[in-house]
Each structure stands twice: as C-alpha cells, then as structure tokens.
C-alpha cells in the first residue's frame, strides 16, 4: 500500500482500541484540510465537493488526461470514481493512480455499477490491479469486483453486505488495502481485521451520490492517517451525519440540506460518543 | 411506438375515464421502482437523478458509447436529453434509442434548445426519425421539431403553448407516439386524444433543469404503462408537487428543496384528487 | 474592449458617483433579462444556472464545438471558466471568445487554479491575449494570470486579496479591461480607477462554485452596462445575498438554500442601502 502510515498519537488502556476514539480521525483530518483530487462523474461532481467542504476538507474536481498526472503529484489523496465512464477519462484514471502509486498518496476507488456492463468490469478491474488503498462500493459492486456474480444491474446494490464479505475480504488480499462494503451496516476489511458500523439512515440512498461523496470522505481520512481506521471513521462519521439530519427531515430535499450542515456541525467529540463500531 | 401495453386494471364506469384514477399511474410506477437510463445534459444531471429517486424510481446516467447500448438492453425506459450536446454524445444517443426501438423499451426524448443552433436542429430530426415513444418539450422547442420558426433562442420558451398544439399534433402523427408540450398549462396528444393539465407553479422555471426532471419522471412512469395516460399523470403529479413546494417556499431555493420533499410525500389518493385533467 | 457603453440613465449630483445609486444596475439587468452563455465546469453548471435564474437573467450552458460559436452569436453575454478543462474545451473556449470580440459582446474570463498545471497556465494566457472584458478570479489566480508565483495549487486561493492589487491593475492593463479580485474584501480595478467592496460571508467559500457562479451573475450586469460599474455591483449584490442568508444558515446546506432566496428577494433599493463600496 502506498500511503504513509503515521506513528500512533496515543496510547491505549487495556480493554480499548483506537475506534474507542475514534473523532480523533475527524479532528486530524480537519486540522491538515487535505487537498482531495477526484476523478468523479458528472452527477456526484457538485455533491461531493459540497460534501468535503463541509467537512473541512479542500476538494479538487480535476480530470483532464493533460493535467491530471501532473495535477496527483501534489495533491494529498485521490479519488477515483468510476460512474459515468468514457475511454478518455479511464486513461486519466490510470495514470493518475499511477502517480498516486509511485508517490505513496493514498486513493479510494470507487466502482460504481462495476458489474453491469463488460466496459465496466474491464475497467474496474485495471484500477484494481493498481493497487487502491481503499476500494469503497456497495455489496453488488465489491461481489463483481471479486469476480462474483452479483444481482445488481443499475447504480443500487441488490445484495446484502454480509453476502459481500468474504468477497472484501478477498479483495482486499488482491489489492493489498482496505475494502470498505457500505449499506444498511457496514463492513470494513483489510483482511487481517474487520468492523462493523451501524450509523446511518435508510433516507441517504434516496439522495443521489452521497455513496460517491462518501468515498471523497474516506479520502480525506485517509491523507496521513492509517488507512483502515480512518475508512472506519470516515464511515462512522457519515452515518452519523445522516442521523442527525433524519431526525429533522421530511423527505429527501431537507435531508440533503440537513446533511451537508450536520457534516459542519458534527464535532469529534460527538462522533466519538455516538459512532456504533464493532469488531467482525 | 415500442412500449409494452399493459392490459387494464380495472374498468370504468360510464362517464368516468382512466384520468379520474390518475393516482394509479403513479402507485403502478412505484410498485415496480422502474431502472431509467437517461442520457441528458451536465446541468440537469444530479437534479434529475434527485427527482427520479424522491419519485420512486432508480436512475442511472449512462451515456458512454463504449456502454450505452449494452446498458439500455437491460433499463425498463431510456431518456434522451439533447441540452449539453456534443459530436460522441450525439452518437450514444443513436445507439440507445436504436436499441430501445428494436427491443421495445419506451423511451422519452428532450428536445433542448432544438430550433437553437443548426448542429441542434440536426441532432433532433435525426432523433425524431427514431420514433420516439413520447416527445416532451415546451412550445418553442415542439414547434422546432415540427419544423416552425418558434421564437425561442436559449433554453426558455418565447412561444405559448396554444400556440403548439397543432404543431405537437402533426409531430405526433410523425412519430406515431405521443407529444407533451410543457407550460404554464401543459397539453399531451397521442394525435387522436388531447389533454390538458393545469397543475403547475410559477416558480418552476426558476429552477434549472426542473423541465429535463420531468422528462426523466416521464419515462419512469411509462415503464410498463400506456403512453400517452401515463405521461399525463405524470405531468400532473410533477405539476401538483410544484403547487405543494409553493406552498411554503419563499424563493428558488427553498421551492427546490420543497419540491423534492413534496415528490416524496405525494400519495396516488392526493394527486387523483387534486390533478386538474381535461380533455382537449 | 468590445462591450457597449450605454448612455447614462441619471445625472450625480456634487459628491456623489454612480455608485451611489449602485441598485440601478441589479434593476436595469433584471428588465433585460440577458440571455448569459457560460462554458463552465460540471461542478458549476447547475448552481451557476440556478444563481442566474434566482438573479433574473437567462442562463444557457452551451459549450460544443459544433455549436458554440453559432450560440455566442445571439448572446448578451458569455462567460468562459476553465475549471474542468480538457483539450476540446479550450477549443470552444477560443471559439466563442473570438466570436464576442468580433461582436462586441462583453464576456467573462474565470481562471480556476490557473497556476496549478502547466495545461492551466497556457490556457489561461491564450485567453488572457483575446481580451475579455472582464476577468474574476480570486488573488492566487489574479497573481498567476499576472505571471506572478502565488501559493495557491488546488481551487482555493493561498494570497490575499490586496497582494494581488498590483496585479490586477497590471493585468486590467495588459487586456483594456477590468479585472475583480474576489476574497473577504473584494477588488475591482479598470487600471484607471479602483474599488473595493466589503460585502460578503464567510461561509461562502464553504459552498462549491459559489466563485463560479459570480463569474456569471457579472456576465448577466455587464450585459449592456459599463464593466467597471456594473461589476462592482454584480460583487456587492452577490455578497449582500451572502449576508442576508448568512442571518439564518445554520450550516453550509441551509446557507445555499437561502443565499438562492436572498438573490431572488434582493430589491435594487436594498442593495443601494446595504452596499459596502468605497474607493480605491
């Protein structure tokens, strides 16, 4: 894996684990506001720039094949997505990821609908053979990236997580990384260990690209901090935002609202108290 | 026209028509939770799938030529918007609603702009030949297609829709499909039958991409429906969301959230009772 | 610079300027209505069309190279953001500015990140040299254009506002325009005279694109109204709107909810009283 793993900051009491604290993640990430570089589709592009902003994070829409190596050399993690796919941004992908290799910048891919078309399959299994730090995808994308035939056709998962994880898990020995399989509850590998996180409301997949803008998330938790439990944060994080915003909203339009200040308002102190991780 | 004809529900009693149980379009529609693909313009994009998912339906924005046609062999309908054009997108276009057409998935074209510029005015005819299952389009754009100097320059109508009704008809009889002019009051014909449908707000066009929105709920609700009763119901619900959104917003910020909201909450009891159908 | 001055509407009392009377050009727009073409980012698109449409203009996102020219042809106004750039791109960019310098059609340049990549930078000088009317860009940008080394790499600028002031009276010089540094205290020089404006939030730079979407709103005043004047008053309205929905935001969501409202509801009469321009 390419990122750079940093020492730990604190010492754990016996009977707790890093997750014990886990804002901590959420306040070292808004304390370096890492340069977030995506390589996104058209329709999350506006979301998930709203998404890391509101985090506290610095996000970067660049994906042109004439910068966007160039570009990667100095950003502080990469975002690949892959939703709406043509040939010409699958070279940017590639050669960005590249960089982010050679460079040890941590990236997430993000295999969007990565079983529903041959194009998709081809493509998302070279940026898997790149090594990503994290892959993050729903139970039917990470079943297809696993070379297992999943039930899902569009952009919606039509599997469990649960039925997904043995496949993480194997992907994850692939790759090398960390996989991160979200729903209902999710589930993060990086095959030696596992998590659950629980938070979350049944309303964010009825706002469109939040799963997107949460793989942008993940990559600002991931700029300098270890990769594994920093998806886990990242996660909890998230899930928890859209609680928040569930409790005030009345359908998808002020949940979306709700969410972007929730992510603004949420503090480390209240992820830590309110994250529901478990070991797997 | 392609689409799959369903047999009738349920009979009507004399002097009653399909447009008095206008409600049970829209339950049929999200009985089945219908994949759309739509292949529309970068403005329209994250709103569009917002609406789709606040209506009930899965979107998926698909519009690479090296996947298209794979992927409209397995959606339930197609949309093609021609708002954001260019010379592969034009392509994608062809190769999906070929598909479409020979396997009988309805689809809904969006004439953007099309009376706009000549590579516009080329774009649609070549689009129009396919034998679109509905053409949904405001004034300027209709009279366009039916090959009348409207007034409109931008994306905003300059025409009213009276004024597109005989033009909608002769499209109509073009395509053997059904034509939707939308406007303060919208009107669909299948060439034989005419409509009317009087529910709308003001604010609507103050919202971009709303109209390309409903294109896409268009094909949503005609997945497995009939044609032409299926896109008045759903131009009515689209329009009494818009008056529920009215309601309480005090600008175009507040409308866009509240209309989201109101797609979300709308019941098929509310939208048979408040839809303000006639015939025309 | 190709823009058409109109004749002065009112005479200025001793002492008092144009300025002043800053409301006349946010209702001399909204009477207009101008049709504004913009070839922006994906990340823009939408909430710079939903900000014209709230401020009373006409937005059209056209970009294709096939058509771009044609439609710059019947503009009132073009703006040309490089945010998203890719190799055909830059082509219509050119195209559609050479064609509002042929006409006299007073456009916009808005150099996003100009000094983070080479293909950037070249980008930027090509249409710096085509002499738009104005260019609005933040001090890191400003800084770039002027063959200066900012700090800025990503989208968010690194200088101040007033370490580009020589800058920007440089580049105003260089292109016969004006030139608008925007930051918490904004700048706006002709080389002649200069300005700055104080109205403004916070928690603007925390929503995406809300610079972008500014690049368009002075596209729509300086359609048929002195650049200088009119540019001043397309900051000061922006950033007015950003107080008024600052008042009630309680997060980056709710503020782009509102800030949508306020430029709908904004009267000329309040902006002239709440407008914060003084000289410089």
């Known amino acids: 894996m390419g990122h750079v793993r940093l020492p730990r900051l604190f010492a754990y009491p016996q009977g707790r684990s890093e997750m014990d604290e886990i804002g901590q993640y959420l306040a070292r990430m808004r304390a370096t506001t890492p340069l977030v570089q995506n390589i996104t ?3 999350a592009m506006n979301v998930m720039a709203n998404v890391l902003l509101a985090c506290g994070a610095s996000p970067a829409m660049v994906h042109a ?25 699958v070279e940017s992908m590639l050669l960005s990821a590249s960089v982010a290799a050679t460079k040890g910048t941590p990236w997430v891919l993000d295999p969007v609908a990565a079983g529903a078309t041959t194009f998709r399959r081809a493509t998302a299994a070279r940026l898997v053979a790149l090594q990503p730090t994290v892959v993050r995808g ?8 696993a070379g297992e035939a999943g039930r899902g056709k569009g952009v919606d998962s039509a599997d469990g997580v649960e039925a997904a994880e043995d496949a993480a898990r194997r992907l994850a020995a692939l790759t090398g990384g960390v996989v991160a399989v979200t729903g209902p509850v999710d589930y993060v590998t990086d095959r030696r260990r596992g998590w659950r996180i629980a938070n979350g409301d049944a309303m964010m997949p009825r706002v469109t690209a939040l799963g997107c803008s949460l793989t942008g998330v993940v990559g600002a938790f ?6 594994a439990e920093a ?7 998230f899930g928890l935002a859209g609680e928040i915003a569930a ?5 998808p339009g002020s949940f979306q609202v709700a969410f972007l ?16 991780v478990t070991p797997a």
């Open 41 to 43: 589709n058209y329709v």
């Open 65 to 89: 094949r004439e910068e966007t190596a160039e570009f990667t050399g100095f950003t502080q993690a990469l975002t690949i997505n892959i939703g709406t796919l043509s040939a010409s941004w």
């Open 138 to 145: 729903n139970a039917s994308e990470i079943l297809a990236l």
């Open 222 to 227: 991931i700029a300098g901090q270890p990769a």
């Open 231 to 237: 998806t886990v944060a990242a996660l909890a994080f």
């Open 247 to 251: 409790s005030t909203a009345t359908g």
């Open 261 to 276: 200040d929730a992510l603004w308002q949420l503090t480390p102190e209240t992820l830590t108290a309110r994250a529901r």
